[in-house]
């Protein structure tokens, strides 16, 4: 390789790329490392020796090739090491990321200190024009009249355009330099970048001059969409500074910070006169400022161009930017997911990537700073053996399991990892336990760090009153967690008064999340498998925990007493509750009260008085467990929601205290032991829902009903029983409900059988008894449920027949019954039914196509999904 004036920079270049092709070929070890490392040099190696070139034409210094020189002799001197390691895993590992690193500086070199590919055009438009340009008095002359003024010569049209790159320079909107240390994101910027380089709607790369194509219009916006501080800036900024992006755009990348308050004049008014010094352009209206925006970047921009829009909080300030151009992509950041717009949703980092980013933020080294080092016999656990000191010199040992332990304490978080790892980098040992030390105690992040507070705060303030209350509510569920959208609705449904069907509590969940304030999970179930409780049935929610975090801090912030809090949040973190709750004497205030404990706690509740106490939500893991004794005070308790986060089923040992609470209208119970319900509990009058997720019932249904009390929750309306696996047939005790209006028995492989009393249930309107797999036969008294509007048996692969009277439900109009594999022969009386809409699969699909009066929809059977259900 031979670059012309420079042969020091020939021989170092080739004498790096001898010895790591020597080395990958000598060892087996580092093989990806050194093969993208040589595609590295490969690649910037033409285009540096252009720039030397070019500035001994221009007659200009050297300093890049000189400072590129020394990075390759130290490059030289990492490759050559790599040699020597065999066996020693830890300096595998060690070595392998400083070849990462060594990939990653030769490329932040290359962008940020020679931006090669620019350099290269510009400095080869300056000879081509150098006898024009010393009649130019500014190089803001229109490009149109270089144009014309050397129109006649075959060089016109390439020194136009070079000189677009050279104006270019003189305007503002320029991507961020690329921060250093950047060590992930390498999945997500792929996966971004693929669909920034989709050309499927640009056409070729051809302008819509008139702009009258519908096209290229809202199409061509991709939103990269997080909670703040997750790294969508600097994601974006890669992704410009990456080479196949260059190669597409050029010089053609804007980039623009928008913000939460932003001045669209001020905004095109950087874009002209980017001096901060000078003068701001003046616009008349933001309009006039849109029509000039607009007119440059059809006129003095070619295609393909690439504009950012960082930091954006509105969408609508997205359509003050030309969408009709073909050939531009418009990349927008936001913590909103604008749902109009293509979502690129920005995953969370890895455990790998989050270790790897907090150990570079705390190991750099500095002038000053001592540098850690890492001992990889030091044993593989979080404690103060983490933490030696160096025999060589007075410097903190730290294992790899710190890192990782660090990074899980940070939540994963790269703003925060880049804060605690610095404020860590270089400090003396005792800063380290006594950091881990704080945070393994319970201490939040937000609590330590006002810059990450206030950056996630700023997406809470944005959010109106109402949205502001909702965001708080989950902080009373536990981190870590899937929290089921239909929990959400019992607590929601009597604190806002939403619908009972679950569409308000959904519509607010769908809008908390393209806020990125939380995350809507897929439940796996199809569309067409069956019918839904309400709105919210197998819907479930998860939050990132610094912003379950933020929601904690933000209702017990220091300044309002644990007395007055609308919500009390406690989380008992061994034997006890804290003291801070202990000491309280007072009656609180609080409406909403959360209680989290773990396999270690003791039950030994306090006199807690929380007379106020609206909705409940008990988190537990413990195998035996007590309820509070101020539960029997709390008479204005209406929603409760306790849930075993254990392996096993909780035992309750004082579930009778239920009983004291009468003013209950819902009651939701996930992996509890349910001893027994007395006839205090099954007289509840203002219970009208409760919810049986993965419980043990055992007998407690088989309780003997005294002549004064012959009813059974009176009032309920829905009833819901999933997963429960000892529930061997519906309990007769529960027919004598006679408002039940909603019954969901789902998933409960045991049930076999139901009783003929079924039928007084006459308020019956929605059953569904999927997947109850060893059901064998429906009680002939279900035709006796005139109002019974939906049926669903999908799955209920021991089903032999439909009961022979089925015609007679009149008002039956859907039937969900896929995975009805031994149900060979309809009863004749399914003649009878009108306006009736079957969802079946192949099986049964023939048979009811011979009765005209119900319309058939064919759904196909996951063979592997029944053959699992079997088992």
């Known amino acids: 390789m031979d670059l012309l004036g420079d042969p020091l920079l020939s021989e170092s270049i080739t004498k790096l790329t001898s010895i790591i092709i020597y080395v990958a070929t000598t060892t087996a070890n580092f093989k990806p ?72 500086k030769l490329l932040r070199f290359f962008q940020l200190e020679v931006q090669a590919d620019q350099s290269r055009d510009i400095k080869q438009t300056l000879v081509e024009v150098s006898d024009v340009s010393l009649r130019l008095d500014s190089l803001s002359v229109d490009v149109k009249q270089i144009h014309q003024t050397l129109s006649s010569g075959s060089i016109s049209v390439s020194v136009s355009s070079r000189f677009e790159l050279v104006e270019r320079g003189k305007l503002g909107w320029r991507v961020p330099i690329l921060p250093g240390g950047i060590v992930a994101f390498d999945e997500p910027l792929k996966k971004l970048k693929a669909k920034v380089l989709d050309d499927d709607d640009d056409n070729g790369g051809l302008m819509d001059i008139d702009g009258d194509d519908d096209d290229g219009d809202e199409s061509s916006v991709v939103v990269v969409a997080a909670a703040g501080g997750c790294g969508k800036t600097t994601l974006v900024t890669m992704l410009c500074h990456d080479s196949e992006i260059q190669g597409k755009f050029g010089g053609n990348v804007f980039f623009v910070t928008v913000s939460e308050s932003p001045n669209f004049m001020a905004i095109v008014s950087d874009l002209f006169n980017p001096d901060p010094s000078s003068l701001p352009i003046q616009f008349q209206s ?202 959400l609705l019992d607590m929601w449904a009597h604190l806002y008064n939403h619908d009972h069907e679950g569409h308000d509590t959904f519509d607010k969940i769908v809008r908390l999340s393209f806020r990125s304030l939380i995350n809507l999970v897929a439940s796996g179930a199809k569309k067409d498998s069956g019918a839904t409780v309400n709105n919210c049935d197998q819907q479930f929610v998860t939050q990132h925990d610094l912003l379950r975090e933020l929601a904690i801090h933000l209702s017990s912030k220091p300044e309002v007493p644990i007395a007055q809090r609308k919500r009390l949040i406690i989380t008992a973190r061994g034997e006890d509750l804290p003291a801070s709750i202990v000491n309280v004497q007072e009656p609180m205030r609080a409406c909403m009260l959360s209680i989290s404990t773990g396999e270690s706690f003791s039950s030994r509740w306090c006199n807690m008085k929380v007379p106020e106490v609206e909705v409940m939500v008990l988190n537990l893991k413990s195998k035996t467990y007590t309820l509070p004794h101020f539960m029997m005070e709390m008479q204005k308790l209406k929603v409760l929601n306790i849930t075993n986060y254990g392996l096993y089923p909780s035992y309750i040992e004082n579930f009778h205290f239920l009983g004291y609470l009468s003013n209950l209208s819902r009651i939701r119970l996930e992996r509890i032991t349910i001893s027994s319900l007395t006839p205090s509990i099954l007289a509840l009058e203002n219970l009208q829902k409760v919810s049986f997720v993965m419980c043990k019932t055992g007998n407690a249904f088989e309780t003997k009903l005294g002549f004064d009390n012959p009813k059974v929750w009176p009032r309920l309306v829905e009833l819901e029983m999933d997963y429960c696996q000892d529930l061997v047939g519906f309990p007769a005790l529960l027919c004598s409900s006679v408002h039940l209006k909603t019954l969901s028995i789902t998933n409960c492989n045991e049930m076999c059988e139901i009783s003929e009393e079924f ?77 009736t809409h079957v969802v079946c699969n192949e099986e049964i699909y023939y048979q009811w196509l011979e009765f005209d009066n119900v319309k058939v929809e064919l759904v196909e059977e996951d063979r592997l999904e029944t053959l699992m259900k079997i088992i």
């Not at 002799?73 to 065999?86: G, P, Q, S, W």
């Not at 332990?405 to 990892?417: I, N, S, V």
Request: net charge positive.
């Open 286 to 487: 933001d309009e006039d400022a849109k029509n000039k925006l607009g007119n440059f970047l059809h006129d003095k921009v070619s295609s393909p161009m690439l504009l950012v829009l960082d930091d954006v909080w509105d969408d609508s300030f997205i359509y003050n930017f030309p969408l009709k151009i073909k050939g531009c992509k418009i990349l927008v950041t936001s913590r909103t997911a604008f749902s109009r717009y293509d979502v690129f949703r920005f995953d969370p980092l890895s455990d790998e990537d989050a270790n790897v980013l907090f150990r570079q933020s705390a190991f750099t080294v500095g002038k000053k700073r001592p540098r850690p080092t890492v001992d990889g016999d030091l044993v593989n656990q979080v404690t103060t053996k983490n933490f030696a000191t160096s025999r060589d010199h007075d410097t903190p040992v730290i294992s790899p399991s710190c890192g990782v332990e660090m990074a899980k304490r940070c939540k994963k978080h790269p703003l925060t990892l880049r804060v605690v790892g610095g404020s860590l980098n270089g400090r003396e040992r005792s800063a380290w336990i006594s950091m881990l030390n704080t945070l393994s105690q319970g201490s939040s992040v937000l609590d330590l760090n006002e810059e990450v507070r206030n950056r996630l705060e700023k997406s809470f303030k944005t959010l109106d009153e109402e949205f502001k209350e909702y965001f708080l509510d989950f902080g009373l569920f536990p981190e870590d967690q899937r929290i089921p959208a239909s929990a």
């Open 33 to 104: 490392e050194l093969a993208q490392l040589q595609r590295t040099l490969n690649r910037i190696a033409p285009l540096i020796s252009d720039v030397v070139k070019l500035n001994q034409i221009l007659d200009r210094p050297k300093p890049q090739s000189d400072m590129f020189i020394d990075e390759i002799r130290d490059a030289e001197k990492l490759v050559r090491k790599c040699l020597k390691i065999k066996r020693n895993f830890i300096k595998k590992f060690t070595y392998s990321l400083k070849l990462k690193d060594l990939n990653n």
């Open 759 to 835: 039928g007084k249930l006459t308020n019956l309107e929605n059953l569904s008894l999927r997947s109850c797999t060893k059901l064998e036969k429906l009680p002939e008294s279900i035709t006796r449920l005139d109002k019974l509007s939906i049926l669903d048996i999908s799955d209920c692969l021991s089903l032999s027949e439909l009961p022979a009277e089925m015609g007679k439900l009149g008002s039956l109009r859907t039937i969900y019954m896929k995975g009805c594999t031994g149900i060979y022969e309809l009863p004749s009386s399914v003649e009878e039914l009108h306006h």
